[in-house]
């Protein structure tokens, strides 16, 4: 995969010139991630914000701007060679905040709070920050490069989205996956993700006269202590988590009814596989009681996947990160929609354009004081895979 060098796209005036541009401009680019923050994005509920983020790709001259069928925004900034192949440049548009959760920003200098502000709205303002800055400064890639504000990759999503970009574009794209946190941060290494829900049911009854009677809930917990007590390795990590649970009709009824999510992560497929197996042993076991049902359902499959820390991607984007003035950089394995491209041994990797924490709480924020760097890297890396 040839790219040019940093170093070499660096040189170009223009390049100088939008690098510039973005440390100019940090305080416009905090005000659009805000816009498109106070647009509320359940994952399956992303219409709302895809008709802004439309209007927006067209705005800032994007061309064959439209959404698909799943509410992913497309745009394209045509290369001066179409035959080259393409860059797909993405970032995800939902949330894991309910559609009335409480948006209100508050600022503490260089200090956002918002739900939602970093996972990933200042992503998705990163895209059209870097169309800007494209056209201001008369930047002409040879290839086309696709800005992509795809839907699906939170929570139940399963990254929709991406499996839509990725089955479009295919294979002779590469694709660079864009967080508005993880400044510093290369993910190259796609965690494989397998997620369940198990649901219980018993004849149920009163909590007095039915006592002693198999209770759902209850049922439910000895599951659940079960699995935290499933001894998985620290290397190569691997993690399980119930993250909601429901079930019961009153205090004082013996639940029929009970269920819970379970998540299930894993650095490498087989270790994976093997936990998933041990899950489902335990199932089988609270089986064994005729009097109570499990069912054991599917709804979430991330497949793992990765580029060697060799790849000339993964040494471009270092080498932008140190160009940007990054100090510390590290190598994370994360689930994100790279997962999809690096799955199915595409050429992708996922990187973060400042400091951001609190992911996924209502107290979340962002610091914009690497924007500047985290834009100027994501404008070199870009050049250097479209080419200049």
Same mark, same amino acid.
């Given at each position: 995969? !040839?790219?040019?060098?940093?170093?070499?796209?660096?040189? @170009?005036?223009?390049?100088?010139?939008?690098?510039?541009?973005?440390?100019?401009?940090?305080? =416009?680019?905090?005000?659009?991630?805000?816009?498109?923050?106070?647009?509320?994005?359940?994952?399956?509920?992303?219409?709302? +914000?895809?008709?802004?983020?439309?209007?927006?790709?067209?705005?800032?001259? &994007?061309?064959?701007?439209?959404?698909?069928?799943?509410?992913?925004? /497309?745009?394209?900034?045509?290369?001066?060679?179409?035959?080259?192949?393409?860059?797909?440049?993405?970032? *995800?548009?939902?949330?894991?905040?309910?559609?009335?959760?409480?948006?209100?920003?508050?600022?503490? #200098?260089?200090?956002?709070?918002?739900?939602?502000? #970093?996972?990933?709205?200042?992503?998705?303002?990163?895209? &059209?920050?870097?169309?800007?800055?494209?056209?201001?400064?008369?930047?002409?890639?040879?290839?086309?490069?696709?800005?992509?504000? @795809?839907?699906?990759?939170?929570?139940?999503?399963?990254?929709?989205?991406?499996?839509?970009?990725?089955?479009?574009?295919?294979?002779?794209?590469?694709?660079?996956?864009?967080?508005?946190?993880?400044?510093?941060?290369?993910? *190259?290494?796609?965690?494989?993700?397998?997620?369940?829900?198990?649901?219980?049911?018993?004849?149920?009854? *009163?909590?007095?006269? @039915?006592? #002693?009677?198999?209770?759902? %809930?209850?049922?439910?917990? +000895?599951?659940?202590?079960? %699995?935290?007590?499933?001894?998985?390795?620290?290397?190569?990590?691997?993690? /399980?988590?119930?993250?909601?649970?429901? #079930?019961?009709?009153?205090?004082?009824?013996?639940?029929?009814?009970?269920?819970?999510? &379970?998540?299930? +992560?894993? $650095? $490498?497929?087989?270790?994976?596989? %093997?936990?998933?197996?041990?899950?489902?042993?335990?199932?089988?076991?609270?089986?064994?009681?005729?009097?109570?049902?499990?069912?054991?359902?599917?709804?979430?499959?991330?497949?793992?996947?990765? &580029?060697?820390? =060799?790849?000339?991607?993964?040494?471009?984007?270092?080498?932008?990160?140190?160009?940007?003035?990054? $100090?510390?950089?590290? !190598?994370?394995?994360?689930?994100?929609?790279? @997962?999809?491209?690096?799955?199915?041994? !595409?050429?992708?990797?996922?990187?973060?354009?400042?400091?951001?924490?609190?992911?996924?709480?209502?107290?979340?924020?962002?610091?914009?004081? /690497?924007?500047?760097?985290?834009?100027?890297?994501?404008?070199?890396?870009?050049?250097?895979?479209?080419? %200049?």
């Amino acid at each position: 995969m !040839y790219m040019i060098p940093i170093e070499t796209v660096a040189q @170009n005036g223009r390049v100088q010139a939008a690098l510039t541009h973005f440390s100019e401009t940090v305080p =416009q680019l905090v005000e659009q991630a805000i816009a498109i923050q106070q647009i509320p994005a359940p994952t399956f509920a992303e219409a709302r +914000r895809a008709a802004y983020l439309e209007q927006q790709f067209t705005e800032v001259g &994007l061309v064959d701007v439209a959404q698909d069928h799943l509410h992913n925004v /497309y745009g394209r900034f045509p290369g001066s060679q179409p035959n080259h192949s393409p860059l797909v440049i993405t970032a *995800h548009s939902d949330t894991v905040f309910p559609a009335e959760t409480d948006l209100t920003i508050k600022r503490q #200098g260089q200090i956002i709070y918002g739900p939602g502000i #970093g996972d990933n709205s200042t992503g998705v303002a990163g895209l &059209l920050a870097l169309v800007e800055a494209l056209h201001l400064c008369e930047i002409r890639p040879l290839a086309d490069i696709w800005f992509v504000a @795809n839907v699906g990759e939170e929570g139940l999503g399963d990254l929709r989205g991406m499996w839509a970009v990725v089955e479009r574009f295919g294979g002779e794209a590469t694709y660079l996956v864009i967080e508005g946190g993880l400044y510093g941060q290369i993910s *190259h290494q796609a965690i494989g993700v397998q997620r369940y829900e198990i649901s219980i049911s018993t004849p149920g009854g *009163h909590s007095w006269g @039915n006592f #002693g009677q198999p209770s759902a %809930i209850h049922e439910l917990g +000895r599951l659940i202590a079960a %699995i935290d007590k499933l001894q998985v390795p620290a290397r190569p990590k691997t993690t /399980y988590n119930v993250g909601i649970i429901e #079930g019961g009709t009153s205090i004082n009824t013996v639940a029929q009814s009970a269920k819970m999510l &379970l998540d299930l +992560r894993s $650095e $490498e497929p087989n270790r994976l596989a %093997i936990l998933v197996a041990e899950v489902e042993k335990l199932v089988e076991l609270r089986r064994k009681n005729p009097n109570v049902t499990v069912q054991m359902t599917q709804i979430g499959n991330r497949p793992a996947g990765q &580029l060697p820390r =060799q790849h000339p991607l993964v040494q471009q984007a270092v080498a932008a990160l140190k160009y940007a003035g990054c $100090e510390k950089i590290s !190598y994370i394995a994360s689930s994100t929609d790279a @997962n999809v491209p690096l799955s199915q041994g !595409y050429t992708a990797v996922c990187i973060g354009l400042t400091e951001s924490s609190h992911a996924h709480r209502l107290d979340e924020y962002m610091d914009s004081t /690497y924007l500047a760097a985290g834009m100027s890297q994501l404008l070199l890396l870009a050049l250097s895979v479209a080419e %200049i």
